[in-house]
């Protein structure tokens, strides 16, 4: 019996939206609650264009009036601001070797859909964390660092992560705190953490998705959260702080057959939204038809457009162990 070829089980018009499905079911930034399905992006995503723009009316202010015959309210104007994304352009290139034990088994296109669907889960989340460190740097150099708590040079005693700190960094959001419900930590502030037992395994009302919960907020372990001589960032998100849209590439999926090299492959291609929500992206320096990640690492290519306690991320710079004198 000859031996499968890709070009022989994958089907794109079910393999397409198989993978797009089953990357939001392993990704770790969809289990957590830091993104959540938004259908609205899904169609702004499939609208066309580099840029997708995204209108929206600020916060009502004012004092109220007190009500009489004589004097007329007042009238205040409704504020309105934009949110821009960038739509990123990405794709992979798969030959048969990579897949050869795919191939084999009972249900190939379904297994090739489980791995490609987790290597762009893979990918998503190490661009977010790109797209962070543009993020926070801006914030540093234009708004103060006033969603950055930033411990590491506090000398020994005071500058490693506790239950104390974190909660301090939380509390840079004010009374909108308690809208911070996940942490994405660097392992050797994992390992801290369990140190000093923190880490809580019970069944909670909190999404665990393996890592644990810690002051009630779902763990992601990610050893991509910066590191610089010691100094590790770990970052907390409120429910929904990243906006997320599938898009449409214009050929999703490919399979190809080298004839005189006998090789097989699978050509996967995905336009998608991953985005900090209030924070618009700039396009000053992109030098393709999409941002690398490099480039979204860049600080001047973000710029907060919400109200501060309206961005639902903050940061905090620490030691992972304590430092003794």
């Known amino acids: 019996m000859p031996s499968l070829k890709v070009t022989d089980i994958i089907v794109p018009e079910i393999f397409n939206p198989y993978v797009v499905e089953r990357t939001a079911e392993l990704s770790n930034l969809v289990t957590s609650g830091i993104i959540k399905p938004d259908a609205n992006l899904n169609k702004l995503a499939t609208a066309g264009g580099k840029l997708i723009n995204m209108p929206f009316f600020t916060d009502l202010s004012g004092a109220d009036e007190v009500l009489d015959d004589t004097n007329p309210l007042s009238v205040n104007a409704i504020g309105s601001g934009q949110d821009i994304a960038a739509l990123f352009m990405r794709g992979k290139a798969w030959g048969v070797n990579d897949l050869a034990k795919a191939l084999a088994g009972a249900d190939p296109m379904r297994v090739i859909g489980d791995m490609v669907a987790a290597y762009w889960a893979r990918m998503q989340q190490a661009l977010l964390l790109s797209i962070l460190k543009g993020v926070f740097a801006d914030n540093?150099?234009?708004?103060?660092?006033?969603?950055?708590?930033?411990?590491?040079?506090?000398?020994?005693?005071?500058?490693?992560?506790?239950?104390?700190?974190?909660?301090?960094?939380?509390?840079?959001?004010?009374?909108?705190?308690?809208?911070?419900?996940?942490?994405?930590?660097?392992?050797?502030?994992?390992?801290?953490?369990?140190?000093?037992?923190?880490?809580?395994?019970?069944?909670?009302?909190?999404?665990?998705?393996?890592?644990?919960?810690?002051?009630?907020?779902?763990?992601?372990?990610?050893?991509?959260?910066?590191?610089?001589?010691?100094?590790?960032?770990?970052?907390?998100?409120?429910?929904?702080?990243?906006?997320?849209g599938d898009g449409a590439a214009p050929v999703p999926t490919e399979t190809d057959r080298d004839s005189l090299q006998g090789d097989d492959i699978l050509i996967n291609r995905r336009h998608f939204v991953l985005h900090p929500r209030g924070i618009a992206f700039q396009n000053d320096s992109i030098d393709g038809e999409s941002p690398t990640n490099a480039e979204v690492e860049v600080l001047t290519e973000w710029d907060r457009v919400y109200e501060s306690k309206n961005i639902r991320l903050v940061a905090l710079v620490s030691k992972a162990v304590e430092e003794t004198e």
């Open 140 to 244: 540093v150099d234009q708004d103060n660092s006033d969603h950055v708590l930033d411990i590491s040079g506090d000398g020994a005693g005071k500058s490693h992560i506790t239950g104390g700190t974190v909660i301090t960094a939380a509390a840079l959001m004010g009374d909108a705190m308690l809208g911070l419900t996940a942490m994405m930590i660097h392992s050797a502030i994992y390992a801290e953490l369990q140190r000093q037992n923190l880490i809580d395994f019970t069944p909670t009302n909190v999404q665990n998705i393996g890592f644990g919960t810690y002051l009630n907020k779902t763990i992601i372990l990610d050893d991509g959260c910066p590191e610089d001589a010691g100094d590790y960032t770990t970052y907390l998100f409120g429910a929904g702080a990243i906006g997320y």
